[in-house]
């Protein structure tokens, strides 16, 4: 079976794997006793929504019990909106991993060492170039994770998290907090992005237009792809179809929004053609700031692991997380109304192992995504049932 792991450009590879074969040239991070509560704080994030969505919360829990913190982020473009909407009093330093180079990371690493922080906290899971970063700056407290196969992460922080298997990564990402802040309860949930006038006014527009205020019925959203790799981690579109009528059934003038990327209007086009009820496509919305917008005034959200299952979970929709190659006991949506569903039978699964970071770049079983067909849609309709207020997607 082949593999792959978490990907750079040509560059940030061949540069990982020289940081890698020389690791003792890097004086190792000196463990030290937590001092006072830090005042600075530096995050990085890149890669991942739903793992963005996990860290911005845990952010969030630091400033409500410590008001006076000043948090600032080293982010992508894919990480920014989520990161930092609504703050507006924070630095933002922004990499992209996939476009720039040395140059530009040396320009950041300055311009951070200037800025003179207290801690800083890196919530890649694997990445050595990131530690490498943390352990440049030089700020005093550096915390990270430690994956379970070893890269020498180690050597980089000051304070480090053990990623244990079998533990869910928000347990994980809380626990990394607690480093900044040892009263940060274990209890801690997700919490919602904010959202501008701006975006709330645009959305009533949308919202009026495509859906229309005059509708009798719930709106549930259908997220039906899965970013760009490991597609057998989809729901195939004929169960989406089949829970649709399910739900239209049983709640007459539903209406369905289909959420994606413009890349995966195919999957809303073949699921169009299997539904003959109302649906609505939103996968022209201009931000991630709208998509929040669109998920406040939903009344449940279907969809596979993806980053906005964890969006709508911290938002507050009813979600359920549909789950086969991976597996709920790492990445279980986190929120007040907010399960998964996974029910497979085969032994393949799970295939992917987010605490190695790998991924099989294919499915192994005889029937393509077996594990996501081994869900059925009376197994989606009773994981709803159990996080939608009264059982049921009342109007919103």
């Known amino acids: 079976m082949r593999v792959f792991s978490y990907r750079y450009r040509l560059s940030h590879a061949i540069t990982e794997k020289l940081v890698a074969m020389a690791p003792r040239l890097i004086p190792r991070g000196r463990v030290r006793a937590r001092a006072a509560q830090p005042g600075r704080i530096l995050v990085l994030k890149f890669g991942g929504m739903g793992e963005a969505v996990l860290a911005r919360s845990v952010m969030d829990g630091l400033l409500e019990r410590n008001p006076v913190l000043t948090i600032d982020y080293l982010v992508e473009q894919r990480t920014v909106e989520v990161m930092t909407l609504g703050r507006t009093d924070s630095c933002v330093f922004r990499y992209s991993p996939s476009t720039d180079g040395l140059g530009a990371a040396l320009k950041v690493l300055r311009a951070v060492r200037r800025n003179r922080y207290d801690a800083v906290v890196d919530f890649e899971q694997h990445s050595l170039l990131t530690a490498v970063f943390c352990r440049a700056t030089s700020i005093p407290l550096r915390a990270g994770f430690l994956p379970s196969v070893s890269n020498d992460r180690d050597r980089m922080f000051t304070h480090a998290v053990a990623l244990r298997e079998g533990e869910s990564m928000w347990k994980a990402f809380v626990h990394l907090g607690q480093v900044l802040d040892p009263g940060l309860p274990e209890s ?54 089949e829970c649709a009528r399910a739900l239209d059934a049983r709640y007459p003038g539903l209406t369905v929004v289909l959420t994606g990327a413009a890349g995966e209007r195919e999957l809303m086009s073949e699921f169009r053609e299997a539904f003959a009820g ?6 022209d919305l201009g931000g991630l700031e709208r998509t929040c917008a669109l998920l406040r005034r939903c009344n449940l959200l279907l969809s596979a692991d993806t980053g906005i299952m964890h969006l709508a979970a911290a938002m507050g929709v009813p979600t359920v997380g549909l789950f086969g190659p991976n597996t709920p006991a790492c990445w279980a949506p986190v929120g007040l109304r907010a399960t998964w569903v996974y029910t497979t039978g085969q032994r393949c699964s799970p295939c992917i192992n987010s605490y190695r970071r790998s991924i099989p770049e294919g499915c192994t079983a005889a029937l393509e995504s077996a594990c996501m067909w081994d869900i059925g849609v009376e197994d989606v309709l009773r994981a709803a049932g159990s996080v939608m207020p009264n059982g049921r997607p009342d109007r919103a």
Do not use: C
């Open 188 to 241: 801690l949930t997700t919490t919602p992005v904010p959202t501008s006038a701006d975006a709330e006014s645009w959305m009533d527009d949308w919202w009026g237009a495509n859906v229309g205020e005059d509708r009798s019925g719930p709106v549930v959203v259908m997220h039906l792809g899965v970013g760009p790799s490991a597609q057998y981690r989809r729901w195939p579109i004929a169960r989406f179809a």
């Open 278 to 283: 109302k649906s609505v496509e939103a996968s």
